[in-house]
């Protein structure tokens, strides 16, 4: 009954910016991470950047560190991904869910939603 809606996604050139959005319409699921991945044609789904609900403990992958922000709006029952100097190997579909894991190993809880396109060309 959970539902996660992720949207913000579209065609940015490198070096360019998107900011991915990512309601959602319970806090059962308040007590653990909400997590961002993200899969590309072919490839196994990755993890990309983690929060808790507070803001106070924030993990990202090797790949975006650096370069994409992770952030809740707790009231809003919202996270965000700030990702800025987007490079092609970024291009994938982005899905957000509740997680848990450590450091860049991470698995999502809940079943996935459709997830918002992000293409970044050359």
């Known amino acids: 009954q959970v539902q996660l809606v992720e949207s913000g996604g579209g065609l940015v050139q490198a070096g360019g910016s998107l900011r991915l959005s990512c309601s959602t319409s319970?806090?059962?699921?308040?007590?653990?991470?909400m997590g961002w991945f993200r899969q590309a044609p072919g490839k196994e789904r990755e993890f990309v950047a983690a929060?808790?609900?507070?803001?106070?403990?924030?993990y990202y992958s090797d790949s975006v560190k650096g370069r994409f922000t992770i952030s809740r709006d707790s009231a809003k029952n919202t996270v965000y991904l700030q990702m800025n100097s987007l490079k092609p190997e970024d291009t994938a579909v982005y899905y957000c869910n509740a997680a848990a894991g450590s450091g860049s190993s991470w698995y999502g809880l809940l079943n996935w939603g459709q997830g918002t396109q992000v293409t970044v060309s050359s």
């Open positions: 319970s806090r059962s699921f308040s007590t653990y991470y």
């Open positions: 929060i808790t609900w507070s803001g106070g403990i924030i």
